[in-house]
């Protein structure tokens, strides 16, 4: 897979998202620095000559120098409760002003702000960071979270802080006759992995809401050798699909020409050994023609598998899809 292989949490969610309603929703001090910026999409940048009336312009959240006991930290809500299974805290840029050590808490709660005495779980002991550098550490606790608290020891500032983790909703409630999105991150959702995605992100693909721009979806580079490109993606809870939805918003000159999907029920452990299954998974949607910039939805056309947990969505050869919608109701059992 090319594109993002510097990332060991890749085939994870970005909890953090502002889009998904993530928000920071306090912080000590951020003096130098707004606070929002901790979580905003873009890779942070230095702008070398740029200077607002607190001093020197940081592309992160900064603190100002700390001249009391103490040490600062600051408060995430997360717009869908998620499991963290990795973190990012990235200085990149901060060289003299990053924080040298840095931990993680976690809790459940309603409300925007926690209440004082919340709870807190320690997700990351406190632990050494560097400045100017990517700083991944792996979680290993299974629960969902609704609030993150990111603690800096004892000031400074962080670029950005990524969190890679899956959503788990709770589906006992859930009525069988319900007709969902049962790919959808918000149902727990969430893209495994592809051949490549040089120009989008994978991770795109099931996002809330229609693509913004070409750049809001997964789009591969320029296919030059014999093939075609794929994507595997796993569904919230396994389910029967009745309806599809490929959405190529914004593509026009670099729309595939053609895409199918294959799916079955699946583990997903070893990614590897479920890419060299995946291409024997039963069709739901045979090859069918694309057009740009436009939803196209099958209904007729889908053959009737079963229940499934997992789909292959190839494209021919090449291109951009801005979203894929699998619509259907749950497998029990």
């Known amino acids: 897979m090319t594109g993002k292989s510097d990332n060991p949490f890749h085939q ?4 953090e998202q502002p889009r998904l309603g993530s928000r920071v929703v306090f912080a000590t001090d951020d003096f130098f620095a707004a606070k929002e910026r901790l979580i905003q999409p873009s ?22 120098r700390k001249r009391t006991p103490g040490h ?41 702000e926690p209440a004082a005495d919340t709870g807190w779980t320690e997700l990351l002991p406190r632990s050494p960071i ?37 959503v788990r909703p709770d589906w ?5 006759d319900e007709v969902l999105d049962l790919v959808a991150l918000e149902n727990g959702g969430r893209a495994l992995c592809c051949n490549d995605e040089h120009f989008g992100s994978m991770h795109n693909l099931n996002v809330p809401g229609r693509g913004i ?65 995946s291409r024997s998974w039963a069709v739901l949607l045979p090859e069918c023609k694309l057009k740009m910039d436009q939803q196209h939805f099958f209904e007729q056309d889908l053959n009737p598998v079963g229940p499934v947990s997992h789909v292959r969505l190839s494209i021919f050869p090449d291109g951009g899809i801005s979203r894929l919608r699998l619509f259907g109701r749950l497998a029990r059992g």
């Open 213 to 277: 721009n070409m750049g809001d979806g997964w789009e591969t580079a320029r296919r030059r050798v014999p093939g075609n490109d794929w994507v595997i993606l796993a569904l919230g809870h396994p389910g029967i699909v009745e309806r599809v939805e490929i959405d190529t918003a914004h593509f026009k000159g670099n729309y595939p020409d053609r895409a199918a999907i294959q799916a079955a029920m699946a583990d997903d452990a070893d990614l590897r050994n479920i890419e060299a299954a």
């Open 12 to 15: 994870w969610v970005q909890l």
């Open 172 to 176: 006992s409630d859930a009525s069988d």
């Open 130 to 166: 560097g400045g100017d550098a990517h700083h991944y550490f792996e979680i290993g606790d299974d629960r969902a979270w609704t609030h993150l608290r990111l603690h800096i020891y004892p000031d400074g500032g962080v670029a950005r802080l990524r969190v890679f983790g899956e």
């Open 72 to 112: 600062d930290h600051c408060i995430i809500r997360l717009g869908i409760p998620g499991v963290v299974h990795g973190i990012d805290i990235d200085t990149r840029h901060f060289t003299g002003n990053y924080p040298p050590e840095a931990s993680l808490e976690a809790c459940r709660s309603d409300e925007d």
């Open 43 to 64: 890779e942070p940048e230095f702008i070398p000559d740029k200077y607002d009336d607190h001093g020197k312009w940081m592309d992160g959240w900064e603190s100002r």
